[in-house]
Nanobody, 124 residues
Framework: QVQLVESGGGLVQAGGSLRLSCAASGRTFRNHGMGWFRQAPGKEREFVAGISWGGGNTYYTDSVKGRFTISRDNAKNTVYLQMNSLKPEDTAVYYC?????????????????WGQGTQVTVSS
């Protein structure tokens, strides 16, 4: 069992930065691939970034490549999403999720555990 709690969201102007954190409980955190997803009003939840269990493999959706960085600290049971050069279209509720294996996936149904989400709002 893994419980996830996101933090770090907020209101920022376009071009600004935010760092999201996702703190996990449970001794098996290091065994799980992790992903960040987001959901904007009226839109489906979409994959943003993923990271494998050891952090050696990462993947990003095209719209955030070069601007967002996913990382993890297994000693602290935490995964991060550094978001730079934010755009109004990045506005959404951001969720972290733990997959059922030690790898990440782009499909949400591959994830067994979800956080409650944190709101990110980017003003123009």
């Amino acid at each position: 069992q893994v419980q996830l709690v996101e933090s770090g969201g907020g209101l920022v102007q376009a071009g600004g930065s935010l760092r999201l954190s996702c703190a996990a409980s449970g001794r098996t955190f290091r065994n799980h691939g992790m992903g960040w997803f987001r959901q904007a009003p009226g839109k489906e939840r979409e994959f943003v970034a993923g990271i494998s269990w050891g952090g050696g493999n990462t993947y990003y959706t095209d719209s955030v490549k070069g601007r967002f960085t996913i990382s993890r600290d297994n000693a602290k049971n935490t995964v991060y999403l550094q978001m730079n050069s934010l755009k109004p279209e990045d506005t959404a509720v951001y969720y972290c999720a733990a997959s059922g294996t030690n790898y990440y996936y782009t499909r949400s149904l591959e994830y067994n555990y979800w956080g409650q989400g944190t709101q990110v709002t980017v003003s123009s």
